[in-house]
């Protein structure tokens, strides 16, 4: 019999000391399964698929709490020139995210600063604003600050583990504040209740309208660009994650000169948008599938990631490169 | 040389309500406090609050025996402690005093 958590054990064992594992994570995996072997043996198949997700969901729950309460230690144990890198990079991607969101906003706002409830249209496009800002300062904080000076073990890790929670940020905008928060501005911008176009569906109804969408209706048209608004949500929600492991890549264990720790985040992030937009016409005419369009500009920087890691790895330690 | 501190006891809601389904359970497992709760306790963070009351010393616990042919990890079975049991006391009968609306 296979035994439930046995995979989750062996990934808590890779990144909890014994302690942890044998007080926190391990009660919780054998738990789940004895209460499974309990069910399956008597032959209750529904109950013991149900034992299976609620007891793997509360084992993920159990990591992730050791894993933030770990965090925080490892934030608190930092020496000086981990802590001064990690809060530069921390202050430089909040200062390019502001920046980046302010500018993805106020050209909107222009249209509508005589509007009686200008306050709250600005804060209905925040969450459009979100999803694409966050990558950006991300990535910009992670190349000027981590490229300085050889970014630790420790800070890359913890950029990472930063970066994760960012993504996890953005897929909730995206998935569901984000259609809200746009039907929200479009109803108070025509002053009364508005029909919800693609943007304004939340994941789940989106999933729901691909589904009720015949292949061959005049409507299949519709339905690509739907599938492809779905995809694109979960491709977009893994761009911080993705762009901060090429950063880490980048900047693990090295230094890089000013050109190119500045030039660099631009010219990163100016593809990927590039091939978002380029691939998801590709993605519209139907000349790719909705799924290999949505993931294109992910596809792309992963390759680019693997290919620096690399051609650092075998290139001399510390190579200067510009200014 | 300055005295040092004593430290200081301290007890949440959920690790009294977990102490009192041990002292009147004499010894469970995770999972059987969570039922016993009526879903006070969480599954996903009753490991964290038993942790905790271990490191405190307000309950220990033990490897449990795995009966014949079962498989997999050995479960853990907790017990609550002296201390434990004089916490629970403690609170019970100040809470009893204090604010009797609110007593165990």
Do not use: C
Not at chain 1, 48 to 64: E, F, K, P, T
Not at chain 2, 17 to 41: H, I, N, P, T, W
Not at chain 2, 64 to 80: F, H, K, T, V, W
């Amino acid at each position: 019999m296979t035994h439930p958590g046995t995979r989750l054990r062996a990934i808590a064992a890779r990144l909890f000391d014994a302690q942890t594992l044998e007080r926190y994570v391990d009660p919780a995996v054998a738990d789940l399964q004895a209460e499974y072997e309990h069910a399956a043996t008597r032959g209750q198949r529904r109950e013991s698929a149900r034992i299976w997700v609620v007891g793997l969901l509360a084992v993920v729950q159990v990591m992730s709490i050791q894993g933030g309460l770990k965090a925080i230690n490892t934030v608190r144990e930092l020496g000086d020139d981990d802590r001064r890198a990690l809060l530069r990079m921390v202050l430089a991607s909040m200062t390019v995210f502001s920046i980046a969101a302010l500018t993805l906003i106020v050209p909107f706002m222009r249209e509508w600063w005589s509007h009686p409830r200008v306050a709250d249209l600005a804060v209905y496009l925040i969450p459009q604003a979100l999803p694409l800002a966050i990558p950006v300062g991300l990535m910009s904080g992670i190349l000027w600050s981590l490229g300085r000076v050889p970014a630790s073990r420790t800070v890359s890790v913890l950029v990472l583990v930063l970066a994760l929670g960012s993504s996890l940020v953005s897929f909730v905008t995206l998935a569901w504040v984000m259609p809200n928060s746009n039907q929200a501005f479009r109803t108070a911008v025509a002053g009364g209740p508005v029909h919800r176009g693609a943007n304004e569906l939340t994941l789940g109804e989106l999933r729901q309208r691909i589904r009720t969408a015949t292949p061959l209706s005049p409507a299949s048209l519709s339905r690509n660009s739907l599938a492809l608004n779905y995809h694109g949500r979960w491709a977009l929600a893994a761009a911080p994650f993705g762009l901060a492991v090429f950063g880490v890549i980048f900047t693990r264990g090295r230094t890089h000169g000013r050109i190119m720790r500045f030039a660099l985040g631009p010219i990163v992030i100016f593809g990927y948008y590039f091939i978002m937009y380029a691939a998801r016409d590709l993605g519209l005419d139907r000349t790719i599938s909705p799924f290999a369009a949505a993931w294109a500009p992910n596809t792309a920087l992963l390759t680019v990631s693997i290919l620096s890691y690399l051609a650092l790895r075998f290139t001399t330690p510390q190579t200067a490169t510009g200014r | 040389m300055a005295k040092s501190h004593p430290r200081v006891l301290t007890v949440s809601p959920k690790e009294l309500l977990a102490l009192e389904l041990l002292v009147k359970d004499k010894k469970s497992y995770g999972l059987q406090l969570v039922a016993a709760s009526k879903g006070r306790l969480k599954r996903g963070t009753v490991y964290v609050t038993l942790g905790r009351m271990e490191e405190k010393g307000y309950i220990t616990s033990r490897l449990d025996d795995a009966p014949p042919g079962a498989g997999g990890l050995p479960r853990r079975i907790y017990e609550a402690t002296p201390l434990g049991r004089r916490m629970l006391h403690a609170w019970s009968s100040g809470a009893r005093r204090l604010v009797p609306e609110f007593a165990l």
